[in-house]
C-alpha cells in the first residue's frame, strides 16, 4: 500500500527516495507517482507526495540483482 509523505522545506525527490528506498536512483518511481509536482526541484513545506510501496518498484534491467532490492 502507498504512503503518504508530507513535505519538509528543502525535500527532494532524490532525498526521499534514498530516505524510502534506500536508493536516490529511484527518485523517478517517486515522481511517476506524483506527476503533478514532476517540475518541482525542491519542495517547500506541507506538499502531499504518494510514496509507492517498495515492493512494487520496478527496478530497471541494468541493474545487478544486488541492486534491485529494496
Not at 2 to 10: D, F, L, M, N, V
Not at 13 to 33: G, H, K, P
Request: proline share 7%; net charge negative.
Amino acid at each position: 500500500m502507498p504512503k503518504t509523505h508530507i513535505t519538509a522545506e528543502g525535500d527532494t525527490f532524490d532525498a526521499l527516495a534514498l530516505e524510502y528506498y534506500n536508493d536516490e536512483r529511484l527518485a523517478s518511481t517517486i515522481i511517476q507517482a506524483n506527476l503533478d509536482h514532476c517540475a518541482t526541484l525542491i519542495f517547500e513545506a506541507g506538499v502531499s507526495l504518494i510514496i509507492p510501496d517498495a515492493s512494487t518498484v520496478n527496478f530497471p534491467e541494468t541493474l545487478p540483482p544486488w541492486r534491485r532490492e529494496v
